[in-house]
């Protein structure tokens, strides 16, 4: 009897390591860059936070040695990203665009791309999170909105799925029920690998428009988990 019951708890555990193995793990890595020197760090594996290089030089007047970039950040095997965007001076302008769609844009919408197109944006020293999905009449309304104070300062933004915060002072908005926001995982058509991706636009918006740019996000650190 003894030994059935040896055998029996070496087979469970064993099971389990194959479980164990055959998840793969969210990287920990951190990624860094920074917005007037350009350099950035790599993330391992490098694709889970890609953009494109050379960075460009902003064309917003004011705002000379200032770059912008947009970040594609995957969340595949992760159930969470933090986002720390260090501030120097007063920002001016599109500092921040977080979103769940490659072509949003500020303002909410994303022009059809996807039916999930939450977004959180920052003009200035205005914060404002839009729903996404289809809610009608309600898209264009933003469903929270503060003032801040980002003189020489910092946030700290994490996303989940159907949840966004950001601090100082901590705020949060989920909404697990209504599905109003991040959809990680996103299943809807057209998005290509479903649930893996976010968007993190640096003194610009997410889909490039020339308009809506700006300066003063001078660093930003994402790590997973």
């Not at 949003?104 to 404002?128: C, Q, R």
Request: hydrophobic residues 40%.
């Amino acid at each position: 009897m003894k030994t059935r019951v040896r055998s029996t708890a070496l087979c469970l555990f064993l099971s389990g390591l194959s479980a164990a193995a055959a998840q793969a793990a969210c990287p920990t890595n951190p990624f860094f860059i920074d917005l007037k020197t350009g350099f950035s760090s790599a993330i391992a594996p490098a694709a889970q936070v890609s953009f494109k290089l050379p960075l460009a030089n902003s064309p917003v007047a004011g705002c000379g040695g200032w770059k912008d970039a947009v970040l594609k950040i995957n969340l595949k095997d992760c159930t969470q990203a933090n986002i720390v965007v260090e501030f120097e001076g007063v920002p001016k302008l599109w500092t921040v665009n977080l979103g769940d769609s490659p072509t949003n844009d500020g303002f909410a919408g994303d022009s059809g791309t996807t039916p999930n197109d939450a977004e959180l944006w920052i003009v200035g020293e205005d914060l404002s999170l839009a729903n996404g999905g289809d809610v009608p009449g309600t898209v264009n309304n933003p469903i929270a909105a503060q003032d801040l104070s980002l003189n020489n300062g910092a946030l700290k933004f994490v996303v989940k799925n159907q949840f966004v915060s950001w601090s100082q002072p901590h705020t949060f908005v989920s909404t697990p029920a209504t599905k109003q926001i991040f959809a990680i995982p996103d299943t809807a058509a057209g998005t290509g690998d479903p649930g893996a991706f976010i968007y993190l636009g640096l003194n610009q918006v997410i889909n490039g428009r020339a308009d809506r740019k700006g300066c003063g996000a001078r660093r930003a650190l994402i790590t997973l988990q």
